[in-house]
């Protein structure tokens, strides 16, 4: 990434000559490979604006155009969480969680969860919360809602374990525990052997 | 000469089969079954979890001393089942496998556990062994967050067991001779140590994600990371190239060559007061760690730098008569600047190399000693038999993995770190520290 001190023009001449969002958007899509990674490098410098092409490009079906578009998102997500940079960290989490379903690709809505666990805040969590309902998604919905601070995602989590099925209670007791609440009736088999193996010894 | 260690001494490998009511009398770690038949052929009883690379070599090294008489094999443990078939072979008979590590920790015959698999699985399964008493072998480097070490710093503490990391590179014959050698001030008062290493590679030929292989239980390999599909360029040994679970050079060989320079600039139980990183990502592929990558480690008081240089300047290996060992791992290493001079090695893992100065300079009448390692899993016996403390103990490991993790995590963040080590946080930058641990997976976690 560029450092804080590298001026525009640098930057720009370094991720060679990706200037607008349009640029990033069409270098993503292109067949030029040089010039997809020059993209996807430069992606912070677009913020919240890119987070919704970035989004569609994730979901493409060319393996390589959605890894890029990814990435380009982590770029953001990591470059405005930088102090002092509230109102666009708000505007890019607030992309993000518009993006939250259970109807979208679930490997990219996990990424999102993840995404919003190293920036959200209490505005996102009910969001969030709402996935947990998803038995494909609710594992990193909880997670997510263990990473982000404040009595919001704490009183989320609560409610999610009153909510659970007895199969999925133990997951969300955990991350409970791990923000320091006790949880009574519910054990925890992290150290409970489950998985046995074929082979024999000799 | 004098040791400079303070309450190291010069501890003696002395067998298990040889234990004498004396030194039973000592705070040992020795399991508490030992404890109860003094003078008894007592062995220490391990189990291996991870048996891939590291995994198998630990398996072949620790031969040695069943062969001696003073370690059993009692299990074996691997994800993968065709892994775990070729252990069984090579551990022989009465070795029972295990795909889920799990039923290690429940069997109280097992005092001591060597731990191969990759780095994201190090600090739950050393803190769950620490917690059901057992002494650990875990491969370096200690773990792939702050929040992590921390955990494993308290585990090792709290349940009082003997723990050494796989930074075996300080237990090698010529680092003892570079430590010796820069602590004596040979070449000054030393302000930067400049590490080099090859660049990372990159994934040039990707492959779609697809069904784990039959053999492998995808689940448990990922453990505590957050879940994903199968993707044949994860693993084995490729996860060192992932951010996630190997963290790339800088946590693999940075965990060596950064374990020397912490220990040889006597900086163990230091931290830095800045980090800042800056590097390249591969261009394509599922790959994500730095192809290069450098990082700059600012200490105080005393002050000093720390480099890590992907590639940076790498220095030719020195020319070594056919009576010298052979520098066949060049490509890695470090230069010390002193006031005085400059001194380099290469390598800095089970292949340590030190320059021909360093290896022919003689003490003077009065020069200081520094410890001797008898070798790293004998030193590793030493703590468990006589409390004293490893060479690459927990703590220390941290402190070297920290480093590693500091520098990915301000690469990532591209931004300048300053960091507390007393109270392990970054100053100033509250979603900096939101990163410094990551949520685990349930059950896969401590």
Redesign the interface.
């Known amino acids: ?4 001190a590298e001026e525009p023009s640098a930057r720009t001449a370094r991720f060679g000559g990706i200037e607008s969002r349009r640029d990033l958007i069409r270098a993503i899509k292109g067949d030029d ?2 010039a ?2 020059a993209a996807w ?1 430069s992606a ?1 410098n677009f913020g919240a604006s890119a987070v919704k092409p970035l989004a569609d490009l994730a979901r493409d079906k060319q ?2 155009v959605a ?2 578009a990814t ?1 380009g998102l982590w ?1 953001i997500v ?2 405005c ?3 002092g940079a509230d109102d666009e ?1 708000y505007a890019v989490y607030t992309a993000l969680t518009g993006l939250l379903s259970g109807k979208n690709h679930t ?1 990219f809505t ?1 990424d999102v969860l ?1 995404m919003l ?3 959200g805040d209490e505005l996102c969590v009910k969001r969030i919360a709402a996935l947990a309902a998803n038995e494909i998604l609710r ?2 919905a909880c ?2 809602l ?2 982000i ?1 404040g009595d919001a995602s704490l009183n989320a989590l609560r409610e999610i374990l009153d909510a659970a099925p007895d199969a999925f209670k ?2 969300v007791a ?2 409970l525990r ?1 923000r320091g609440v006790e949880i009574a009736g519910i054990p ?15 | 000469m004098s040791t400079s260690h303070a309450g190291r001494g010069t501890v003696t490998r002395r067998s298990f089969l040889t234990i004498s009511t004396a030194a039973l009398g000592l705070p040992m770690l020795i399991p508490s079954r030992a404890l109860a038949a003094p003078g008894a052929n007592y062995r220490l009883t391990v189990a291996f979890i991870g048996l891939g690379g590291m995994g198998n070599f630990h398996l072949n090294d620790m031969k040695r001393f069943v062969d001696s008489g003073e370690v059993d094999i009692a299990a074996v443990c691997d994800a993968d089942e065709k892994r775990l078939q070729d252990a069984v072979q090579k551990a022989g008979p009465g070795v029972t496998p295990y795909r889920d590590y799990r039923y290690i920790l429940d069997r109280k015959d097992i005092d001591a556990v060597v731990i191969s698999t990759p780095d994201h699985w190090h600090a739950v399964q050393m803190v769950h062994a620490c917690q059901t008493g057992k002494h650990v072998y875990v491969e370096k480097p200690a773990c792939c967050t702050i929040d992590e070490g921390t955990a494993m710093m308290n585990a090792a503490r709290d349940n009082k067991v003997a723990v050494q990391v796989g930074s075996q590179g300080r237990s090698q014959p010529e680092a003892y001779l570079a430590h010796r050698y820069l602590e004596n001030g040979v070449i000054g008062r030393i302000d930067t140590v400049t590490c080099f290493h090859y660049a990372s590679p990159g994934d040039d030929q990707p492959v779609p994600d697809s069904e784990p292989p039959a053999e492998l239980d995808w689940d448990l390999w990922l453990g505590p990371l957050r879940w994903r599909p199968y993707n044949k360029k994860y693993c084995h040994g490729t996860f060192r190239w992932l951010m996630e679970s190997g963290g790339g050079q800088i946590r693999d060989r940075g965990a060596h060559v950064m374990s020397c320079a912490m220990h040889w600039m006597n900086a163990d139980g230091t931290a830095p007061v800045s980090i800042e990183a800056t590097g390249t990502q591969p261009k394509k592929g599922l790959w994500d760690s730095c192809v290069d990558m450098t990082v700059t480690y600012s200490f105080k008081n005393p002050d000093w730098t720390l480099t890590w240089n992907q590639p940076g300047n790498p220095v030719p290996k020195e020319e070594r008569t056919p009576q010298e060992e052979e520098i066949s791992r060049p490509g890695y290493g470090a230069v010390y600047h002193g006031d005085k001079g400059t001194f380099v090695h290469w390598g800095g893992d089970g292949g340590t190399w030190a320059e021909r100065k360093c290896r022919e300079w003689v003490p003077p009448a009065g020069a200081k000693d520094v410890f001797k390692s008898p070798g790293h899993k004998e030193d590793w016996f030493n703590g468990i038999r006589t409390s004293s403390k490893t060479i690459m103990n927990i703590d220390a490991a941290v402190g070297v993995s920290d480093l590693c993790n500091l520098g990915n995590l301000s690469f990532l963040l591209g931004r300048k770190l300053m960091w507390d080590g007393k109270n392990r946080k970054v100053i100033g930058d509250d979603l900096a520290n939101r990163l410094l641990g990551r949520p685990q997976r349930y059950p896969y976690c401590f």
């Open positions: 990434m560029p450092t804080q490979e040089e997809r990674a490098q912070e393996p390589e890894r890029a990435r770029r990591r470059h969480s930088r102090p960290r490997q996990r993840w666990s190293e920036i594992e990193d997670l997510a263990e990473r601070p133990p997951n955990e991350s791990r925890s088999a992290k150290k409970t052997p489950s998985k046995s193996t074929a082979v024999k010894p000799m």
